[in-house]
């Protein structure tokens, strides 16, 4: 039984339903326009971010940036993050993971960061772990109407299959958050969604959490829904 359906006006009407587990899941209708995508990450350097990183870390032992690549090492823990607060967006987000090990496999996009600068924050994170790509965490006190009741630590699991790709090649993390709804898509597979967030604004970061990985953009579409 289908369990959301969210339109966003963009020049074009984005139509998705979100798919109940035992259903196939939707591919993401391409855009037909992105005359208003934003380019958070300008390939060279990290203008536009600013970094928390836990025990007061040196964030320049663990983010880079070479060859137009973003390059986290995993450790310690911490994030990178936007200097500007967002609401009701698209964002896209193009990454892989430069390896795994146990228990070095890790890393998550956050959304609707909520200051002060901890690790962790209160947000909404869009789970990077290796085999577990798309599962949603509820942070820091924040709560959605599926996660009411089940602990900080339990996620949202990701629906269907995974989409991950193998370790070495790319994958795109397309996220929709709108009012107080986070639809989140790996690979053009819609794979999880929330509502009645109690968070729909804030800072976007992406985790250092053990995962050596690497991010080649990051595009901000704004909403109007």
């Known amino acids: 039984m289908r369990s ?7 020049a074009l009407t984005l139509a998705v339903s979100a798919a109940a587990q035992d259903e196939p899941l939707p591919t993401l209708p391409p855009p037909s326009t992105r ?17 928390c990183m836990l025990n007061g870390a040196d964030p320049a032992q663990t983010w880079t940036v070479t060859n137009g690549l973003i390059h986290c090492t995993g ?4 994030y990178l993050r936007t200097t500007q607060s967002y609401s009701n967006y698209w964002l896209t987000v193009e990454w892989r993971f430069v390896k795994v090990a146990p228990g070095a496999d890790n890393t998550g996009i956050l959304l609707h960061m909520q200051l002060p600068d901890k690790v962790w924050p209160r947000c909404i994170q869009v789970q990077g772990k290796h ?12 709560e959605s109407k599926e996660h009411l009741g089940m602990g900080e630590d339990t996620p949202l699991p990701f629906r269907g299959q995974s989409r991950e790709k193998p370790v070495g090649e790319w994958n795109t993390a397309e996220t929709i958050c709108i009012h107080n709804t986070v639809v989140s898509f790996i690979n053009g597979y819609c794979v999880n969604e929330t509502t009645e967030t109690t968070l729909n604004d804030g800072y976007i970061g992406f985790q250092s959490e053990g995962g050596d990985i690497e991010i080649r953009s990051i595009y901000f579409t704004p909403l109007k829904y």
Do not use: E, I
Request: aromatic share 16%.
């Open 131 to 142: 085999d577990h790509v798309g599962d949603l965490f509820l942070m820091g006190g924040a």
């Open 35 to 51: 005359d208003t995508q934003v380019a958070l990450f300008n390939r060279k350097d990290f203008t536009g971010f600013t970094f």
């Open 75 to 78: 450790t310690p823990d911490g």
């Open 4 to 10: 959301f359906l969210c339109q966003v006006s963009l």
